[in-house]
C-alpha cells in the first residue's frame, strides 16, 4: 500500500510541476465558489488558485451509498481535496475559447474522505465505515453561460477502509462523475 501511495503522489507532483522561463497570458481563476449537482450527489466547492494553471479544489457534499442487506439508498457526507492541473488553457485561449471560470481540460489526485458523522436515510441503524481514497483522474470543465457549468471526469484508484471489518473490500475504486454546476 505504501508503494501505491507513493507512486500517486510521484504521479501528481509530475503533473503540477512546470517548467522554467514559461510566458503564459491565460491563468485559472483566483478564487472560484460554487455547487455542483451529481446524480443523487450534491456538492459546495473551492477552488484556490497555486499557480497559472494549477488549484487547489476543496469540496464538502452528500454522496449516495446503498445498504447490502436490502438495497436501500442512503446519503453520508463526503469531504473532497484534490489538486488540480488545467493544462490546456494556453491552447484554448489561443483558439479564442473560453478559460473564465476554470474551463478546460485537467488532471487531478482526488483525495476522498467519508467521515462516519450520519447517514441520511429511512432506515434506522445504518453502519457506515470511514474510507480514505486516492484516484488519479482525468477530465473536462466546460461553461453554459456566465454562471453555469458542467463537469464530466474518470478515474481509477486505491480505497481504504478504517473499520476493521471491513479490510477484505480495500483495494480498487472507479470515480466517474458527471456534474452540473453553478459559479458565484
Keep these: 500500500m505504501k508503494k501505491i501511495i507513493a507512486t500517486l503522489v510521484f504521479i501528481s507532483v509530475s503533473f503540477m510541476a512546470k517548467s522554467q522561463n514559461v510566458k503564459s497570458t491565460s491563468s ?13 450527489s450534491i456538492y459546495a466547492l473551492h477552488e484556490a488558485k497555486l499557480s497559472h494553471s494549477t488549484t487547489l479544489r476543496t469540496e464538502l457534499g452528500l454522496e449516495p ?15 473532497n481535496i484534490e489538486p488540480r ?12 475559447k473560453r ?9 487531478s489526485l482526488k483525495t476522498k474522505y467519508h467521515p462516519d ?22 477530465g473536462i470543465r466546460r461553461n453554459l453561460g456566465k454562471h ?19 479490510t477484505d473490500d480495500n483495494g480498487l475504486i472507479i470515480n466517474l462523475h458527471l456534474r452540473i454546476g453553478y459559479s458565484f
Design 28 to 40: 485559472v481563476e483566483k478564487s472560484l465558489f460554487g455547487i455542483q449537482v451529481g446524480v443523487l
Design 117 to 138: 458523522w450520519f447517514t441520511i436515510s429511512d432506515q434506522k441503524n445504518i453502519n457506515f465505515s470511514n474510507s480514505l481514497s486516492l484516484i488519479p483522474t482525468w
Design 148 to 166: 453555469f457549468n458542467y463537469e464530466t471526469a474518470i478515474g481509477a484508484g486505491y480505497i481504504h477502509y478504517f473499520d476493521k471489518n471491513n
Design 65 to 79: 451509498g446503498v445498504v447490502n442487506d436490502n438495497d436501500k439508498l442512503f446519503f453520508t457526507p463526503v469531504i
Design 99 to 107: 478559460i473564465d471560470n476554470n474551463s478546460g481540460n485537467f488532471c
Design 85 to 96: 492541473w488545467y493544462y490546456n488553457l494556453d491552447k484554448r485561449q489561443k483558439k479564442s
